[in-house]
Each structure stands twice: as C-alpha cells, then as structure tokens.
C-alpha cells in the first residue's frame, strides 16, 4: 500500500527537492492510469462516485484553467496577448 507523503515543510525544501516530488507524483499517476480502464470506478466515497475517466476530465479542466489564471497574469506584468 502506497504511504501518502507528507507536505509538511513543502516550502522549506529545496525547488530541486519540490520538483524531484512532484515528478515522483506523476510517474505514480502515470502507473495508476496505466494499470486501470477508463470506466473503473474511482475509489471516493458513495456520496462522489466517479469514474477514472471522470477525474482525468476534471484533471483537463483544473489544468486549463489554472493555465488561464497564469496567462492572464503575465499579460498583465508583459503586456503581450497571444493570437
């Protein structure tokens, strides 16, 4: 059974350190995707069912729009817009 790390002094650990969790992270997910089917249902409480399928959108979606947020603020420091 795989340990959740703690974040705990996430903000004290070198950027080095932050990046080398952060793709352990991924290679997890990646193995998780991997292993499963798309329609597997997740493992939430009864009250959220979902499915694999389900996250990853919501994964799409979060991602769009948190690459919006950036996007506007370096506009607003840059001043470019893109086409």
């Known amino acids: ?4 790390r703690s974040r705990r002094g996430l903000a004290r650990r070198s950027r080095g350190d ?3 969790l952060y ?3 991924v290679e997890r997910a990646r193995a998780i995707v991997a292993a499963a ?3 597997d249902p997740a493992r939430l409480p009864p009250s959220q069912p979902t499915t694999l ?3 990853l959108v919501h994964m799409v ?3 769009a729009r948190h690459l919006g947020h950036a996007d506007i ?3 607003t420091i840059d001043g470019a817009t893109g086409n």
Request: net charge negative.
């Open 18 to 20: 932050r990046a080398a």
């Open 73 to 75: 603020i370096r506009e």
């Open 1 to 4: 059974m795989h340990r959740r």
């Open 61 to 63: 979606q979060e991602t």
């Open 37 to 39: 089917d798309l329609d």
């Open 53 to 55: 399928r389900g996250i």
């Open 23 to 25: 793709l352990d992270e």
